[in-house]
């Protein structure tokens, strides 16, 4: 068949189709289509902040179908997506679903039985019957209406040309223009009809141009040529949606922006991603000083992609994830110090992974996925305190149209996804949701840690005890300096000199203990200790707001 068209019947038939969800559905998720306002994504028509809180869900794999349609209906999985917290989902896509008529329009049934996947066909029959005889590019679009029906944003993701797994770094085919199934000239055909197709669904907000640029092939050239053609492509077909540009190595790698500008023949569109995995540095994360580590990799993170913000372009923080059992060391230390990065810059993000297992992927059946929040049958989270500490970045602390106070810092703990927040006027204090936080000013100079609008500062005290709020802020214990490598740690002296630090204990009251694991050591883990001061310029609470 000739590349990258589709037939005249196949046009009318998704023509048919998507009128009939046009017609069916109430109205757009919130207030789209989505602009740039300098580094902020906003609502075009309020030009209010819109945080895009996403989770990926996998489509892109040989049997080109979003995973888990055969445990549950689409409208339960959407609904759990919106329950979790979710407002936006990023959708793999491969190249060939638009280019290769064949395959786009074999049916689900035809496409699970290429791989013999018996069961999944007869889940899918149950759980969601009226997909399974359609034509593969049609149970996508269904899968997007889905979400829309549901208010929930879509992100296209060009995952891969080739349906399968993505990605590693030997040829895989896939990973930079003019490998074997990264034909640049198909892409942007392939760019074009997603565009195309998906124009009147006001649900899909943006497109990733190409998940992942990596390999041997890859350069700052041919970046700029093909990322440039595939961008004004996508507009070209679909001015209202974001276009999302991934950087090199896996992308992990966009400082070349510091001195070369990405150049457009439109605005308000571009947006920049990145993605942050453990396992890019081995295993460093466990087998060194954990502030080191995030010291070190925090800022290689903003040297090659984070900078970004300051320019003035959104930067989506688009596939970060661990180990959700919480057993992987190396992970749970890398997602601690990546949250704080990513609640700094109040990043628009999406985590890794929804789908709680495959109906096939790399060659094995009904794979589990231990990186997903839904569990294997797609019927519960997988883990409910793992999934509230990684939600918790969807609050955001700027931008244009938000309720707004004075600019003020927030005290974040990473490890749990919450702020530091007064229980009562003099305290004590603890950790609870990050828009129940006070309006925290730190001096420079002075090292004081006070509540704006109050007389109390932040005082030690003693070690062991829980931290103070007091009038009397002249003293050592209420001077306050971030230590070790990474600055995560708030150190300050007691009366009896000792170096101490902010802890949180069980009950989770923020206390006053030695600090801990500060250097060297690499068999413990400091993130209990670890406060990241975070600028914000929302409306405080006022709660205990008197005097
Ligand atoms: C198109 O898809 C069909 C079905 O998967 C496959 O057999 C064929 O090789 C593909 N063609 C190209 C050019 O990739
Ligand atoms: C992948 O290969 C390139 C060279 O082709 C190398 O520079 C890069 O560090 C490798 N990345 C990983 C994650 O192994
Ligand atoms: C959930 O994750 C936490 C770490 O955040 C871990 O301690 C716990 O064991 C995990 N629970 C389950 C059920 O996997």
Redesign the pocket.
Known sequence: ?K?GSFSLPHLLSVFTFITFFLVSQTGPATGLPLTTNSRWIVDEMSGKRVKMACVNWVSHLEVVLAEGLNKQPIDAIVGRISSMGFNCVRLTWPV?LAT????AS?TVRQSFQ?FGLVEAIAGIEANNPSIIDLPLIEAYQTVVAGLRKGKVMVILDNHVS?PSWCCNNKTDGNGFFGEKYFDPDLWIKGLTRMATLFKNDHNVVGMSLRNELRGPRQNEDDWYKYMQRGAEAVHAANPNVLVIISGLNFDTHLSFLHDRPFALTFSGKLVFEVHWYSFSDSDAWASENANKVCGVLAANMKRQSGFLVKRGFPLFFSEFGVDQRGTKENDNRCLNCALAVAAELDLDWALWTLAGSYYYRSGIVGLEEVYAVLNWDFDGVRNETMLHKMTSIRYPFQGPGLSTGQPHKVIFHPATGQCVVRKSQSGPLALGPCSSSDAWHFSRDKKVLRIRGTPFCLRAGEAGKPAQLSKDCADFDSKWKPISESNLQLSTTTGKNDTVCLDVDSANEIVINPCYCVSKDSSCDPSRQWFKLVHSTRQPNLEFFSN
């Not at 290769?100 to 395959?103: A, C, I, P, R, V």
């Open positions: 068949m590349m060939y290769n008529t064949s395959l074999l290429r080739n």
